[in-house]
């Protein structure tokens, strides 16, 4: 539930950036018939949280899911930074892939952040990536539409982590 603000400015800087067909929790198709390796989750009623289309290739859709992390987390204390974000990429990989690949039809990227506001490599590529889209849909700088993406997602960050600029 508290990555829900941070999905929404996503699929909102999808928007921006020019993205089409963008959806909020689109249901998945059934797998009925399909031989996914194990791990995969299979529900009828699984959901990603975004899906659009020409994020990564024009008109192909692309699907996400995020995950937040708190990085001093007892489960997490004795390993590097680097190793967190990609031990929850894999497990999302892992998850929902296979499933998006041969029954969607479409690519899968793990958005997985940090409560302390750090971004993961898949999420550090779309965001490089939607900046390139908002530069040749805005005429913004790439530089500058980088700054402002991960401006927003560290404000949406800190809202998970229940900081109130009044409590101070």
């Known amino acids: 539930m508290r990555h829900n ?3 929404n400015c996503i699929g909102k800087i999808m928007e921006t950036a020019k993205c089409k067909d963008i959806q909020i929790e689109p249901p998945l ?3 009925n018939g399909y031989q996914l390796p194990p791990g ?5 009623q699984s ?5 659009a289309r ?11 899911d995020v995950r937040v992390f708190h990085a001093p987390a007892p489960t997490n204390m004795n390993k590097p930074i680097q190793q967190m974000y990609l031990a929850h ?4 990989k892992r998850s929902y892939n296979a499933r998006v690949i041969h029954v969607e039809k479409g690519t899968f990227t793990p ?11 898949e999420a550090q590529r779309l965001i490089k990536k939607l900046a390139q889209q908002m530069e040749y849909s805005t005429g913004q700088k790439k530089a500058d539409a980088v700054g402002f993406i991960r401006k927003r997602l ?3 960050l800190l809202k998970t982590t229940g900081y109130s600029p009044t409590r101070i």
């Open 5 to 7: 603000w941070l999905r």
């Open 29 to 31: 198709l059934p797998t």
């Open 40 to 44: 995969t989750i299979t529900g009828d």
């Open 47 to 51: 959901r990603l949280d975004i899906s």
């Open 54 to 64: 020409s994020v990564w290739n024009v008109l192909e859709r692309a699907f996400f």
């Open 89 to 92: 990429e894999n497990e999302k």
């Open 111 to 121: 958005l997985v952040f940090s409560t302390t506001g750090g971004a993961g490599i």
């Open 154 to 156: 560290r404000f949406e």
